[in-house]
């Protein structure tokens, strides 16, 4: 495999800027990641302006966001867009998983329709990963493809939505079952966002974090281990190192397997399952890092069951996702439920599931299940309530 390293470096005042280096494959859509505190404001500095006007940004941008953004932040960002000398039409849409849903997709194709946006203007994605991932849907398939901008403004959307390019809608049948890979021209990240952020949202995007650590960087997870309680409380500090390191990890994975022909996968660590819970929930009352935080306890104590890792390995997973305030117990739905949930996943293979597990922490191995050990193993944490710390 082509072998690349993520270049990273400071610039633009106090703002790190992140490179997703995608020369080598067969469309060059490479990118910047912007860090920073203070860094979307009403006076866009040059920089920010050198950023939009080398993704090509000049005109008029479609910004879609959720009502609770607009609510904080739409003066904000109308003052830093037309700053910028940006026209924005501003479409804000309800809060939840039931938004990233082809209902709100067929909306905003309405409105772009409407506003008669044309392929030399943006999109603009401007909230959490459910904003994020509609907007670049929409944006994917739009005309054939129009450009478009992230900028986030959960935890959960800075450390992994916002990059990468997948984007996409929820099914009924499944999460994410319908999407495609298409990469935004820039992610402009500002840590400000955080200060408003409820603390089961922080925690929410905090379970993304860990993952990053368990299955691919272990100093990274002594890291969080011993300063989730400093990141939690929002010290600036600690959330920016996060954020930094999380979005370095993330981008040197996407720059060598963009369409998730193999190394990808392991961002899936703790997904198998994690996805099942949310369809299982009706994309309703669990939030996806909680999903995924129960799915990466799981796939531990399976990695554990299968002699991959040692219960200590599994042990330190569940504590720190338990510390953190972030569920363990797998929810009472039966092993039929789940099994007929997880037979819908993308990466389900006639009987087969392939599923990423612990070996050391920072270190990860993908095995493909058969669906009757997982209806086992299932029962057997159902009889004996493994699942309890
Ligand atoms: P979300 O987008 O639903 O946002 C959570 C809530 O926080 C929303 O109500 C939102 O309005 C509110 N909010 C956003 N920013 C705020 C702020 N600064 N202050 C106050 N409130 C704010 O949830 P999320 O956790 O950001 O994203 C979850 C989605 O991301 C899921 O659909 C998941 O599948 C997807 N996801 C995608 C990828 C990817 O690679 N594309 C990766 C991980 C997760
Ligand atoms: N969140 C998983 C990925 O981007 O591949």
Redesign the pocket.
Known sequence: MHEKKTIFYRAYNEAMKIRVDLSSSTKDSSYDILIGSGIVNAKAGDEIINVFNSAGLKNRAFVIT????SG??RSLLNGFLENAGIKPVVLSLP???GT?SLKYLSYIYDELIKNRFERGDFIIAF???????LS?FAAATYLRGINFIQI???L??DV??S??G???I?HPGG??LIGAFYQPRCVIIDVD??????ER?LK??FA?VIKYGAVIDNEFFIYLENNYEKILSRHKDSLMHIIEKSCAIKADVVNKDEKEAGLRSV?NFGHSLGHAIETLYNYETV???EAIAIGMVFASMLSEDLGLCTGETAGRVKTLIKNSGLPVKVPDFSPEEYINAMKLDKKVKGKLIKFVLIKDIGSFVFKELDFEYLMKFLKKIKDRRLDNL
């Open positions: 959720s009502e609770t953004v904080l932040y809060d939840g998983e990233k909230g959490g990963g459910v904003i994020g991932d670049g986030p403004t959960t959960l959307a992994d939505s990059v990468g997948k984007t996409g929820d999460k994410n966002f955080l200060d408003t952020l409820s949202e929410n995007g993304e961002l939030k996806h890092g």
